[in-house]
């Protein structure tokens, strides 16, 4: 059933009309105790929504829209195994990528937890053979420089996972991560690394796709040329991470220096698979290993808890209250740490993949608005930027705020002022100002949660990320439609394989495309001196 013909989404129709527009201003001090009664905490993680448009009525509200919709057995069947990525007919099985060791679940005949913690074991192994100098390069020396090769999932989760766990990382081993087609990634990537001293991780899930492959094939040739040709220094600089044993082997890559994952985890759920692997590389398998207790505490609490004090569950829910009651368009994320600057990036493939869908499980157009346009960047560097909009401008932009109460690098003055600014943003979105004159007024009223940790560690970063992930899936649970396929990237490959030959090639094409279409493909033909 369409969400929208469910009771509650009357109930919550109408409530927005009646008390929808009451200010935050009202809210707060109708309730001296709102600030404590509407903070959550689990998995190490404050999620103060206080600052959100809403009473303890629309939370009620809410939570029966997510009993109506079924919310709980939609998540348990995820958690069973069950295939609920129907237009794929797969399995979608993230948290068992970080269910301790010793557990089991099976699942289509397979204990996919001993599956999980084999690969874990290889990699662990491998990554303490690379980190100790061990594993030699061709020429005998150790490994300095590991670069990732991997594009959209295989590379966003690592990355930005690298970024905010540079602290913990080990300082001698560069990390670099190369997924643009765009030459001048790679070419600027290893600039400064040494072909006797480089490790490529080439991560990709079907180890078809066009950009990896394509990085990957100038990284072998980069290797065999700085090294003298013989290919046998491929099995020590290469390494896989895959799904598809038979491709990474075509490509020249030994099995034997492959880590696997299943068809049950999606790209932009992977970095705790062996996508991470470049991660634990630089990190160490013990650190991995606390990321992975830190998603999985979030998956428990996600899985456990009861709705009024369900993080991911809640955040979903009142995501859709902004977007679908509020007619919020958008979320900015805006992290109040440097190292979650790529959070941002992260988090736009994890939920517009997921659920930027106009059809449900069944096939039909969709009769509300699904996934919001997820943005953002770092504060306090958004303030002097795009913060005029959100405080002032005609849109209603909902933010989450993130920030971490201890900082990892202890600076003079810096961590106060970081945090002052985070407090200042959502209490001015909040409350506004007014003045004599319109220009200088705030009209605030300007929804925002704020995200505290105490620290930024593995382990609060393993919760943050699957509490988006229960989030994307809550939301997308109420929407009914599917968060874990994702045809809709599939018409840009087909076409973009359809024009590489007609830019390549040394005649001049005949183009069947739109006038535009073809009228870029000859201007662009012309201007790298090929026939048109
Ligand atoms: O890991 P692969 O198979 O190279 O795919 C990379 C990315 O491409 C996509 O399929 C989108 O084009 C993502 O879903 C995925 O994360």
Known sequence: MAPTQLPAWS???AHRDTSGSVHLRDLFAADPERGSALQFEAA????????QRIT????ALLTDLAEEADVAARRDAMFAGEHINVTEDRAVLHVALRMPKGRSLIVDGDDVVAQ???VLDRMAAFARKVRSGQWAGQTGEPIKAVVNIGIGGSDLGP???YRALRPFADRDLKVRFVSNVDGTEFVE?????DPATTLFVVSSKTFTTLETLTNATTARDWLLGGLGGDESAIAKHFVAVSTNAEKVSAFGIDTDNMFGFWDWVGGRYSMDSAIGLSLMLAIGPEKFAELLAGFHEMDEHFRTAPAEENLPLLAGLIGIWNSNFLG???LAVLPYADDLGDLPAYLQQLDMESNGKHVDLAGRRVET??????WGQPGTNGQHAFYQLIHQGTRLIPCDFLGACQPLRDVGRHHDLLMANLFAQTEALAFGKTADEPARSFDGNRPTTTILVDRLEPKTLGAIIAYYEHKVFTQGAIWGIDSFDQWGVELGKVLAQQIIPELEGQEAPVLAHDSSTNALIARYRAARGRTV
């Not at 303890?56 to 939370?59: F, P, R, V, Y």
């Open 189 to 193: 990537a290893v600039r400064d690394l």
């Open 328 to 330: 919020a368009d958008t």
């Open 369 to 374: 608005d699904t996934g919001p346009i997820v």
């Open 159 to 161: 990355r930005m996972a």
């Open 56 to 59: 303890a009525e629309t939370l």
């Open 44 to 51: 190490g993680l404050m999620v103060d929504h206080a600052k």
């Open 116 to 118: 999980v913690h084999e």
């Open 11 to 13: 109930a919550l129709a």
